[in-house]
């Protein structure tokens, strides 16, 4: 059973030298409002379909904190019935931590943001404006840009003419890209962090060329009244042997000089037995690569989102995190960032892939045990003929983008911590049918209302994944919530108001990040590199 503890106590907790998962159960929305710097945001709502990927080891100690609204009360009862034992809730939740005098942070990605503030104090690297790189390309002098997120992000807007290196494949194909060193190299991003890490792998690599960053990247590039190139196709080739070759010498030199560890096969193993510490395994080459065969249990992290955004990939701060590709490039260029960020026991792994036993196909998902619900199942041909005699209410209780992407028509969206007093607060006499992307989440919601739930409340077998395999057409659109949009995070230049005033304060925000964290007393960065 969960203890409740102060958030002094919860703070003693991450400053120990003992693994630790501190767990945020609100939605991002409410997360995003402020939260505490080394909190991962685990939804209670989707809390079951995560946790094991981000805390596997059921021994771990889980801080579990929400808004003072004792949820995670509720939170915590639900890990134990998952076998989770050293649990214990922060009491008063985010209210009694400020309370406490510890600090809040706003927005998403805080830690990494601010690791990018910590590599520009201390990496010092050389920044060009929209309007001298604009000034540049315009000139016909040899530059090239090279932008440093993963293609999704790249094809939606991107410097015209530059070339998406996302990541540590910037290092691995570089002499390809850029064969001349007196071609003048920038690095961007959408505002700062990567195309920071993006720029000083490359002079930690010792490259020759001129390294510049763009200075806040394509938010800055559109303040600048310049127009962006989309849906852009280039994408670099397999790097060459003599790229690829040039690249494994720089890997090793920046490992050596940053003083990272690199570990063998059998160290792994030896690591997967020991029941007392937790070992993430983390393979950060591209999809089509692993899918053709990765070390069996190990998790995709490609194009540098496990430095971006860690909380999707891992939850226990302290542990020991492999990070493996086929060449070491990617994984040491990884390895550099993460292990100066702070994050626990940084390693390379050498010739994983050549020595470990290896799977095909998509990333492993933990079998996950659904909790018994009284509400029966309908199949896609049962709810049609349902449909046929009277009205149905259907609720969507998967995420809210994915029912904005497609859902049942005429279904509502409801989140679902907010279904039960939907269902209480509203009288209806038409069944009601709960649904989600593949079914999963609405039999979760309905285990959740069991002691709610009258005989004419059904899961639609399959979800919305069934009935779009039936051959049945999806509704588009944001329409129809029955509850707020909680799980939905509007980056900056989404938001309401102006949005040209929104984007300037979020870098303003940047900018002074670093400070406030250091203020706060709970920076975890660690300098490796730079001299001071």
């Not at 269902?423 to 069944?431: G, M, R, W």
């Not at 009601?432 to 209302?449: H, I, Y």
Request: overall charge negative; some cysteine; glycine content about 8%.
């Amino acid at each position: 059973m969960a203890h409740l503890i102060s958030a002094s106590k919860a703070a003693e907790m991450l400053a120990d030298e003992d693994e630790v998962a501190f767990l945020d159960i609100r939605e991002i929305v409410p997360f995003g409002a402020g939260h505490p710097l080394l909190a991962t945001n685990l939804p209670l709502s989707r809390m079951e379909l995560s946790i094991s990927k981000l805390v596997p080891r059921r021994t771990t100690r889980i801080v579990l904190t929400d808004s003072g609204d004792a949820t995670a009360v509720q939170a915590a009862e639900r890990l134990e019935h998952l076998g989770y034992a050293n649990l214990a809730v922060s009491e008063g939740g985010t209210l009694a931590w400020e309370e406490a005098g510890f600090k809040l942070f706003p927005e998403i990605e805080v830690p990494t943001k601010g690791f990018g503030a910590f590599a520009r104090r201390f990496g010092r690297p050389t920044f060009i404006s929209p309007q001298e790189l604009d000034r540049a390309l315009r000139s016909g002098e040899d530059w090239i840009v090279l932008d440093s997120r993963p293609p999704d992000e790249y094809r939606k807007g991107n410097i015209p003419g530059s070339i998406d290196a996302p990541g540590a494949d910037v290092l691995r194909c570089f002499d390809d890209l850029v064969p001349d060193a007196s071609t003048n190299v920038v690095v961007n991003c959408m505002s700062a962090t990567r195309g920071i890490l993006g720029g000083l792998s490359l002079r930690a690599a010792g490259v020759l060329n001129a390294v510049y960053v763009l200075h806040h990247g394509t938010r800055g590039w559109l303040l600048d009244g310049l127009d962006l190139e989309t849906n852009a196709s280039r994408f670099p080739k397999p790097a060459s042997s003599a790229a690829l070759n040039n690249a494994k010498a720089r890997a090793t030199r920046m490992a050596d000089n940053a003083g990272l560890m690199r570990i063998d096969t059998a160290t792994l193993e030896r690591w997967h037995r020991d029941q007392h510490r937790t070992t993430y395994v983390f393979d950060v080459r591209s999809e089509a690569e692993y899918m053709a065969g990765h070390l069996i249990g190990s998790v995709n992290a490609p194009y540098g989102t496990i430095v971006m955004s860690p909380d999707r990939f891992f939850a226990t701060l302290k542990a020991r995190i492999v990070l493996v590709d086929d060449d070491t490039v990617r994984a040491t260029v990884t390895a550099l960032w993460l292990a100066q960020m702070g994050w626990g026991e940084v390693v390379i792994l050498v010739d994983g892939l050549r020595e470990g036993a290896l799977e095909t196909g998509s990333e492993p998902i933990s079998p996950m045990d659904l909790p018994r619900t009284l509400a029966r199942e309908l199949s896609i041909r049962e709810l049609k003929a349902l449909q046929q005699v009277q009205a149905v209410r259907i609720i969507d209780v998967g995420t809210s983008d994915r029912y904005v992407d497609g859902h049942i028509p005429g279904a509502m969206w409801c989140s679902r911590v907010a279904l039960g007093r939907l269902l209480q607060e509203e009288t209806h006499n038409s069944p009601t049918v709960l649904t989600s992307e593949d079914g999963v989440l609405a039999q979760l919601a309905a285990s959740d209302l069991d002691g709610l739930l009258a005989p004419s409340v059904f899961t639609l077998t399959g979800g919305n994944t069934a009935w779009r395999e039936a051959g049945l057409a999806l509704a588009r659109g944001a329409e129809h919530f029955a509850s707020p949009r909680d799980d939905h995070w509007l980056a900056s230049s989404e938001r309401p108001g102006d949005t040209r005033q929104n984007v300037l304060d979020y870098l303003a925000w940047e900018e002074t990040l670093l400070d406030d964290i250091e203020q706060s007393g709970a920076s975890p960065y660690r300098n490796l590199m730079w001299a001071t």
